[in-house]
């Protein structure tokens, strides 16, 4: 099948605002200047894992957001940037997890939606913005995650894809736009969540595949035009959640890498041309997947990292290189997985970040930024941000204030 159509025009998401000249006491950042849009507002229903690029989001939820989901599937939709279409279209099974990247949105499903998985096995599809294509198709066997790079897929897959993975390990395969390739072959032991940049493939896994991971660490290996290297090697604590890009690849980790992670804390790390960089460093709270674009990371944390986490939610962080930002700040309700890419985070919260989600639903919300983020955005429920909202609305004569468009200096797209 093909999309539900461009001609949908209802927009749902709520308020986004830019508030100019803030900095909150305590925190190590500067001048406010992110753009914060709700692309979602749903009733009972569940919006989350945006991917952006270049301004646009895909995301799932199970929300009736333009009056074609009545029956509250999980489907993949798109926001162009000013309006919502949906994408996929199944009266059974489900949709997770889109990832995008150039021509291509790629995501896996139990849904049947061409009429090949009538079994509702978990595969991977791709849709090129007119047409829906199955990836994989096993009777058995869950293929999961898939990320790309242009025309290049990977993903994780316990189905026996190639005639290789007869015991039904979790292995890492390859599409490469024509053709499927197993990438590690091991007898026990998983490996997890690839990712993906030109000849580059990150991914974490527990096996022993080069034979220096006998003690079954989940550890995080490099395959690099069919070289396969292991860049952690720890007796105790795990390493996962890799994402890379221009050669760098972040991943967070329980383990003592360098010496000063000996509580075990789920801290963030970075490796570059062998060298690895411990970017998070807490005592209390747990900093989660990692996801780096242009040098700078964004990730999750309940840990205070800049003082303005008291509380210990479960709040967005960026990392720009060399200074962390905290990018929310909510009283409670916890907002979690940002992806990055080109000047923007997506993420979805149950906080009521913008005055716009006081039910606490799963929301997707979209921040962009500009190219040296010395600033972090402020929310609506802030005494400042009211004070300076109230002036607004008395110098405008409005009751509402849809969109306060973010300087065209602070752009990337």
């Not at 070289?227 to 890379?244: E, H, K, M, W």
Request: net charge negative.
């Amino acid at each position: 099948m093909t999309s539900v159509g461009r001609s949908m025009k209802k927009s749902s998401f709520g308020w986004s605002l830019l508030v100019v000249g803030l900095s909150l006491a305590g925190s190590a950042v500067g001048q406010v200047g992110c753009e914060l849009t709700q692309l979602t507002d749903t009733q009972d229903a569940f919006s989350a894992y945006g991917s952006p690029q270049n301004g646009t989001v895909f995301f799932y939820s199970t929300g009736d957001l333009i009056g074609t989901n009545p029956e509250g599937n999980r489907e993949i939709f798109f926001w162009d940037g000013a309006n919502i279409e949906q994408i996929t279209q199944a009266t059974t099974g489900e949709n997770y997890v889109p990832r995008q990247d150039g021509d291509l949105v790629a995501w896996m499903a139990s849904a049947d939606l061409l009429g090949t998985n009538p079994e509702g096995n978990l595969e991977i599809f791709t849709w090129d913005g007119a047409t829906i294509r199955q990836i994989t198709d096993a009777s058995s066997g869950a293929s999961e995650w898939p990320r790309l790079d242009g025309s290049q897929l990977v993903f994780h897959s316990q189905a026996d894809l190639v005639g290789s993975n007869p015991e039904g390990n979790a292995e890492v395969f390859l599409w490469d736009g024509a053709e499927i390739s197993q990438i590690t072959d091991a007898t026990t032991g998983s490996s997890l969540n690839p990712v993906i940049e030109g000849q580059r493939i990150a991914f974490a896994s527990e096996a022993d595949l080069l034979g220096s991971n006998a003690d079954g660490n989940l550890e995080i290996f490099l395959w690099e035009s069919g070289v396969l290297t292991q860049l952690t090697d720890t007796a105790t604590g795990f390493s996962r959640g890799a994402d890379i890009s221009d050669g760098q690849i972040v991943f967070v980790s329980t383990a003592d890498h360098l010496g000063s992670n000996s509580d075990g804390s789920l801290e963030v790390f970075l490796w570059e041309a062998g060298a690895i960089t411990q970017i998070t460093d807490a005592t209390v709270g747990a900093s989660w997947e990692g996801t780096i674009d242009n040098g700078m990371i964004a990730f999750f944390s309940r840990s205070d990292l800049v003082g303005s986490n008291p509380e210990g939610n479960f709040e967005i962080f960026l990392w720009d290189g060399q200074t962390i930002h905290q990018m929310t700040d909510a009283g409670e309700g916890d907002s979690v997985w940002p992806r990055i890419r080109d000047g923007g985070i997506t993420f979805h919260s149950v906080a009521d970040l913008l005055g716009t989600n006081p039910e606490a639903n799963s929301e997707v919300f979209y921040c962009r930024f500009g190219t040296n983020p010395s600033f972090r955005p402020v929310p609506a429920t802030s005494a400042a941000a009211l004070a300076i909202l109230g002036g607004l609305f008395a110098l405008m004569g409005t009751v509402l204030i849809h969109r306060l468009r973010v300087s065209p200096s602070c752009r990337l797209d």
